[in-house]
């Protein structure tokens, strides 16, 4: 089955850090990759998705095949940053997306 | 618009109690899901819709119901309800299928099952 690894549950950095969220997925094809967040009191909602190549707010992620990778930087981060970001990855389906366990950014002032 | 609405927003469950989470989109998107996020599980998929009368299971689908019989509407039912269901759910449609379109989420429903 289709597995999307996020190792960190917390992570806390101070503004203007860089910041990079990890994200690994277990399909040897090539999937479908996404990165949502989550502010707080705030719905669910797609930053950015590899095919698209586009940073948004500063985030950019790239695919790495061969280190199975979708890894989010951004290289000074800022407080509104603060939020649960989670890695989707399609795995070859056209209609599952299979998310990681999130991991919540803390950007300090 | 406003987009996917999800009711109730809050429902406290006895357990073996049945009950519907409703889901609503008005944006014409043919794809619709239900996910579960639990805390240290994130989300997971637990039933899913591609168009009107047709569903497929997730990755969770046990004790969970759906059915699709508009484009706009993804009731999720619960028909004997267990304290592990105890659960945010999320409600999200796409104009296509979610692998390759956007997902648009609803506020969520947050379930206590005693």
């Known amino acids: 089955a289709q597995r999307v690894t996020q190792p960190e549950k917390l992570l806390s950095v101070f503004k203007g850090a860089p910041v990079e969220l990890k994200c690994n997925y277990s399909?040897?094809?090539?999937?479908?990759l996404f990165w949502y967040v989550q502010y707080s009191r705030q719905r669910l909602q797609l930053l950015l998705r590899?095919?698209s190549r586009e940073s948004i707010k500063g985030f950019t992620a790239d695919l790495n095949k061969g280190e199975t990778s979708f890894h989010l930087k951004k290289p000074f981060a800022q407080e509104e940053d603060s939020a649960m970001y989670y890695c989707?990855?399609?795995?070859?389906?056209?209609?599952?997306?299979?998310f990681g366990k999130g991991t919540l950014l803390t950007v300090n002032p | 618009n406003a987009g996917v609405t999800q009711t109730p927003k809050f429902q406290v469950l006895k357990t073996g109690q049945s009950m519907t989470l409703q889901c609503a989109q008005d944006?014409?998107?043919?794809?619709m899901s239900w996910y579960r996020q639990d805390p240290g599980m994130g989300l997971r998929l637990i039933h899913y819709?591609?168009?009107?009368?047709?569903?497929d299971q997730g990755e969770v689908p046990n004790g969970y119901n759906v059915s699709r019989s508009t484009t706009e509407d993804f009731p999720l039912r619960l028909l004997s309800a267990a304290p592990s269901q105890t659960s945010v759910y999320f409600c999200?449609?796409?104009?296509?299928?979610?692998?390759?379109?956007?997902?648009?989420f609803g506020e969520g429903s947050r379930l206590t099952v005693l």
């Open positions: 989707a990855s399609s795995g070859g389906s056209n209609y599952k997306l299979t």
């Open positions: 399909y040897s094809g090539s999937p479908e």
């Open positions: 590899h095919i």
């Open positions: 944006m014409n998107h043919e794809y």
């Open positions: 819709s591609v168009g009107a009368g047709i569903t």
């Open positions: 999200a449609s796409s104009p296509s299928g979610g692998a390759f379109g956007e997902l648009f």
